[in-house]
């Protein structure tokens, strides 16, 4: 079974930074593209960002394009999302999901997405 499982996330304060990870098992990790999204409270699901099973490039939501960095470790099985400058807004659950998703649309409800990692932002 794929077996999603986040973890890097707490709290920190406005302006921080913070390293998720995914670690990705029970499908052939190098050969799928890997996305993160969030969901805020009392929102719905956001795509962040997705990283794609080849050269490695990337999309970013425009939200936290220029201080969020997808990026892969295919020896590791393992997804990361590097975040820097860090807004309350950015407060969330993040989860990971091998699929190639592009915008909030394509997010579709039957995807798994792992138990997620809460991360808040907060002074």
């Known amino acids: 079974e794929v077996r999603l499982v986040e973890s890097g996330g707490g709290l920190v304060q406005p302006g921080g930074s913070l390293r998720l990870s995914c670690a990705a098992s029970?499908?052939?990790?190098?050969?799928?593209?890997m996305s993160w999204v969030r969901q805020a409270p009392g929102k719905g699901l956001e795509w962040v960002s997705t990283?794609?099973?080849?050269?490695?490039?990337?999309i970013y939501a425009d939200s936290v394009k220029g201080r969020f960095t997808i990026s892969r470790d295919n020896a590791k099985n393992t997804l990361y999302l590097q975040m820097n400058s860090l807004k309350p807004e950015d407060t969330a659950v993040y989860y990971c999901?091998?699929?190639?998703?592009?915008?909030?649309?394509?997010?579709?409800?039957?995807?798994?997405w792992g138990q997620g990692t809460q991360v808040t932002v907060s002074s």
């Open positions: 990283i794609n099973s080849g050269p490695g490039r990337t």
């Open positions: 999901a091998n699929r190639y998703y592009i915008d909030d649309r394509t997010i579709r409800p039957d995807d798994y």
């Open positions: 029970g499908f052939p990790f190098s050969s799928y593209a």
